[in-house]
């Protein structure tokens, strides 16, 4: 008779004191289904503790791999995973193991990037299933695929989106500045219409906001392939309202765009100044949530800071998980670069690539670009890829970003020159104390910028270049005429020219 090791499993509700231990014996051949046991009832514990969220995000996908008579040890897929549970999870963990096992024992955490998780439902905590798919007229209820089934790349319901094969979670570069969206947007894909619902990521352009949004699409395809996704850009959603309303067809609009599993919409800032495209997307907001589906917003900034939007729209978009994306830093540049060039076939050498993240700093987009002109120019030329040959290649990319402030740049030294917020800039208000700092601010871009007078405009709440030309008149103008105005833009001037 083989021998049993015994564990005293607490079998009764955790808060509850003086509370009966059962024994579970674990035996050499049953083991990995009696830890699966285990861990379902530690499962159950921690989900009394912590948000069903978090709970999603950060322990379903995590495994029980040991336990003895003084340790817990737990895997997970990745390292941020790992010093995410030890940071703000390990406390929570040790009591449900108190709880559960009856003694106190330390929870220690391993990586495994192999890890395949039970889809065992856990006591207490239904598994999270796919999305409902919408029922369609005159069909029978969808049923989950077979697991046979072949994706289709790059396919979704109606949309005007066509998926990259490239951006998925695996290709996505993960540095301190994109760590924790890059976490949350694989909790989203994941767990749809539960974990971060809706997800609502904003940052500047060239970030990765489009790499991410395209990862929870491919994520959801690669375990519901049946799943009905709507991806499309803000103004195309617009567009349809508007051609809706002149057509007398808001009924097909709206099922349309009710009748899916996720609805996923780039640059949803789009919707500042436009009421009735807002009402019409409350709604649509509304019917989509309540029935579960996974909502996927981007923007380039936080609810609160677009123009004119509804407070209960911003209300709405606050609900799941907003989360920022930033700039890279330094190391996360040049993992990109040495990534990006690899993938092309040719791996820069670390000199090479080093050069191009420390010239190259405003955004992902723009590395890229660095990336495909250099192996260009090597192959045209039939040289080797060196910082001589970079600095021969680049050096129109690297003179504008050394020589020429961003946007960014502008709008700080403004906002800091004259007391305002980006939002106060970006808002309707007309009082002297926005609207001048505004009108310099458009002034100076249209002065050392290559924007034109549109983008100019989008910078400040989606302003008509009507509007900039007038700006740029009047602070034109004033700088001729009034010292303190002249003062000012010198100020300005010479602290671009520090940046």
């Known amino acids: 008779m083989q021998e049993s090791s015994v564990l005293p499993v607490s079998d009764r509700n955790p808060d509850r004191s003086g509370g009966e231990t059962m024994t579970l014996a674990v035996s050499p051949s049953g083991a990995a289904d009696e830890l699966q046991d285990i861990w379902a009832k530690l499962q159950s514990a921690v989900m009394k503790r912590v948000q069903v969220e978090q709970f999603e995000t950060w322990f379903r996908r995590a495994a029980l791999t040991s336990v003895d008579d003084e340790n817990v040890v737990l895997a997970v897929q990745n390292s941020f995973a790992r010093d995410w549970l030890e940071k703000y999870y390990r406390d929570i963990l040790e009591q449900s193991v108190l709880a559960v096992l009856g003694t106190k024992r330390t929870v220690t955490f391993t990586v495994d990037p192999e890890l395949t998780v039970s889809r065992r439902p856990s006591p207490e905590s239904p598994q999270p299933a796919a999305p409902a798919a919408a029922p369609t007229s005159g069909s029978s209820p969808r049923t989950s695929p077979p697991a046979a089934l072949a994706r289709t790349h790059g396919l979704l319901w109606d949309s005007d989106v066509v998926l990259n094969p490239k951006y998925t979670f695996d290709n996505f570069v993960v540095g301190p500045c994109n760590r924790f969206p890059h976490a949350a947007a694989m909790g989203a894909g994941e767990s749809p219409g539960k974990s971060y619902n809706p997800f609502f990521l904003h940052g500047n352009v060239g970030l990765g906001k489009t790499h991410l949004l ?67 997307f409350f709604h649509t907001f509304n019917t989509l949530y309540n029935a579960g589906k996974q909502i996927v917003l981007s923007s380039d900034s936080p609810p609160k800071d677009i123009p004119t939007l509804q407070d209960r729209l911003v209300s709405r978009f606050k609900w799941g998980m907003v989360t920022e994306i930033e700039a890279p830093c330094y190391e996360t540049r040049m993992a990109i670069v040495k990534r990006k060039s690899r993938e092309r076939g040719q791996e820069f050498p670390d000199d090479v690539a080093q ?26 030329t039939g040289q080797r890829v060196t910082t001589d040959l970079a600095l021969e290649a680049l050096h129109d990319i690297f003179q504008v970003q050394r020589g020429q402030p961003s946007m960014d740049d502008i709008i700080r030294v403004v906002t800091e020159k004259f007391a305002v917020k980006l939002s106060d800039l970006q808002s309707k208000k007309r009082t002297n104390s926005i609207a001048y700092p505004r009108q310099v601010a458009m002034f100076i871009a249209r002065k050392i910028t290559r924007h034109s007078l549109e983008e100019i405009g989008g910078f400040f709440g989606g302003r008509d270049h009507s509007t900039v030309l007038h700006a740029v008149s009047k602070i034109s103008k004033l700088n001729t005429e009034d010292p303190d105005t002249q003062a000012a833009l010198e100020g300005l001037f010479q602290r671009l020219q520090r940046h």
């Open 355 to 380: 050069m191009i993240a420390e010239h190259v700093e405003e955004n992902v987009r723009e590395l890229e670009g660095a990336v495909i002109k250099l192996l260009g120019y090597s192959n045209l």
């Open 214 to 280: 395209q990862s929870i699409c491919f994520s959801i395809l690669d375990r519901w392939p049946q799943v009905r996704i709507l991806y499309l850009s803000c103004e195309t959603f617009v567009n349809h309202f508007i051609g809706a309303l002149e057509n007398g067809d808001l009924a097909a609009f709206r099922n349309k765009y009710r009748g899916i599993d996720v609805l996923v919409v780039d640059d949803i800032h789009l919707l500042a100044n436009k009421e009735r495209t807002q009402e019409e």
